[in-house]
């Protein structure tokens, strides 16, 4: 069978003169079969010219072959649910399972988070040095080519969780990875989550307020267990559908 890679990035134009750059609305990725490339651009269209932050500026969508032999097949993270009467409540659940698997990192997570509010990607944190190992600071690190195994082929929807287990259940699998940490941020989407391996993937029904646009995605590393350039040529670059089951 023939499949392609297919993504797209809306953004806004922001600022004027001096100030004036690109900010994110909207992304979204599919790995499809051939004959459902059109349909399939179509909606991710459609999403990013009716995202809730806005109209688009700039609409880019890349299409790309990929072989069948490139593609790995993992089976979906085990998923458990918390929920929380706050959101301050929810982010401590999340600081706390986060602690059980870095606990060196325990204390540098709120700010550590903060600091991945601006970043298109994820932040990249060494357990073992406290060094953030993403080649370029703002931008980060994309976890991308990755798609569920059996997901509806025309479906251009928004659907946070599949997009979330997928990407959790890719993360999970690199090379050193110990944890990850994510807040959405679709100002309407208020869950979040954390997800390993021994963990699995933790859905936290409340990690921020309601409007908040703020969110952001720590990747925790090990440099002890792989190299650096192994994990984010992995996240990067390695061909994943995921069996989420039906």
């Given at each position: 069978?023939?499949?392609?890679s297919?993504?797209?990035r ?6 004027e ?10 992304g979204?990725e ?12 179509s909606?991710m ?9 806005g ?11 990929v ?14 649910r ?5 959101w301050?409540?929810g982010?401590?659940?999340a ?6 698997a ?38 980060g690190?994309?976890?991308t ?6 997901s509806s082929?025309?479906d ?11 990407l ?14 994510c ?18 993937y ?17 990747f925790?590393?090990?440099?002890r ?5 192994e994990?984010i ?14």
């Amino acid at each position: 069978m023939e499949y392609y890679s297919l993504k797209m990035r809306a953004s806004q134009q922001v600022g004027e003169g001096e100030q004036k750059h690109e900010q994110h609305i909207s992304g979204a990725e599919r790995i499809v079969n051939r004959d459902s490339v059109e349909a399939v651009c179509s909606a991710m269209v459609r999403r990013a010219m009716t995202h809730s932050k806005g109209d688009p500026d700039f609409i880019n969508v890349k299409i790309e072959k990929v072989h069948e032999s490139d593609i790995q097949i993992l089976k979906a993270l085990p998923v458990t649910r918390i929920d929380v009467e706050t959101w301050q409540e929810g982010l401590e659940k999340a600081f706390g399972l986060i602690g059980d698997a870095a606990a060196d990192a325990r204390e540098k997570l709120p700010e550590l988070l903060r600091a991945t509010f601006p970043m298109r990607g994820a932040m990249l944190y060494d357990i073992a040095t406290g060094n953030r190992l993403e080649p370029d600071h703002e931008r980060g690190v994309r976890a991308t080519y990755m798609d569920a195994l059996h997901s509806s082929e025309v479906d251009g929807c928004k659907n946070h969780f599949n997009e979330a287990i997928v990407l959790a259940t890719k993360v999970a699998n690199a090379p050193g990875m110990v944890a990850e940490f994510c807040v959405s941020d679709d100002p309407n989407y208020v869950t979040g989550y954390v997800a390993s391996k021994e963990l699995g993937y933790v859905r936290i029904m409340k990690m921020k307020e309601m409007g908040d646009e703020n969110g952001g995605r720590i990747f925790l590393f090990d440099s002890r267990k792989a190299r650096a350039e192994e994990c984010i040529e992995y996240l990067q670059k390695k061909k994943i559908l995921v069996d989420v089951g039906a």
